[in-house]
């Protein structure tokens, strides 16, 4: 059974910092995807980043380039999700997901996996 359990959310002032991880299990995620959504009360989840487990190719949300950085670790079968400079308008709960390698990582239809999530909160 696959599972994905985030961690690492909390309460943050503006300008700082916190990383979230995501461990996954039950299976090889060797041809999969691995991405980050975050969905703010009121609004859609929406994509923030993503990596391919094996090839380590990235893609972000244009609000976080710059701030946010994906990244995994085979040998622990975690993908992080390191950001800084957090705004108040980063404030959401962050889930990671998996899905096989050639979806379409920015929308949330082809991924097959999903955590429960982790609450980001950003003060100003």
């Known amino acids: 059974q696959v599972q994905l359990v985030e961690s690492g959310g909390g309460l943050v002032q503006a300008g700082g910092s916190l990383r979230l991880s995501c461990a996954a299990s039950?299976?090889?995620?060797?041809?999969?995807?691995l991405g980050w959504f975050r969905q703010a009360p009121g609004k859609e989840r929406e994509f923030v980043a993503s990596i391919s487990w094996s090839g380590g190719s990235t893609y972000y949300a244009d609000s976080v380039k710059g701030r946010f950085t994906i990244s995994r670790d085979h040998a622990e079968n975690t993908v992080y999700l390191q950001m800084n400079s957090l705004k108040p308008e980063d404030t959401a709960v962050y889930s990671c997901a998996a899905g096989r390698r050639g979806i379409v990582v920015f929308i949330t239809l082809g991924y097959s996996y999903w955590g429960q999530g982790t609450q980001v909160t950003v003060s100003s």
């Open positions: 039950g299976r090889t995620f060797s041809n999969y995807v």
